[in-house]
């Protein structure tokens, strides 16, 4: 007796953005547009907790991993399977590891972000780049609503 296996579908998206605040914006953007097609609608709870972590590693790659004339990477990886959405950030600037703040400033504008990071996402970390120089901080999250795409498909808010 042969079994089959229904296939597992995984959902991807890379893309490379200038490393300005320009580039960042647009990567938050194009990940909330990703998340709503793949199942995760715009304004739910989980949509906003991924796409603020995304914009948060993005923004820490333009400020604080910038090499001139080089790029930063998202890479987005959905698995509806176990309702988690991954959320890769990879810059060419690998002396400069994040690290959680001690404390947080009232009256700072930075420093915020990891820890938001932290509070947001499941896990997170970061490794080294392995297709060149730099490193790749990466965070997951939950998302239950990922496994409804393939009943309901996409909303229809607008993008």
Known sequence: MTATRSPV??????MRF???PR???LARRMCEHRLDAWGVPYDSD???????????????AVR???VAGRDFRLCLTATPVIRTVRIEVTDTRGESLPRLPATATDDGEGGRGLLLVEALADRWGCAPRQDG???TVWAEYTADTLDAVA???PSTAPS
């Open 9 to 14: 579908t995984v959902h991807r998206f890379t």
């Open 18 to 20: 200038s490393s300005t």
């Open 64 to 66: 604080h991993g910038h």
């Open 133 to 135: 120089p730099g490193k």
């Open 151 to 153: 009943r309901s498909g």
């Open 23 to 25: 580039g960042a914006r």
């Open 46 to 60: 989980a949509h906003d907790a991924v796409t603020l972590v995304a914009a948060e590693l993005c923004a820490n």
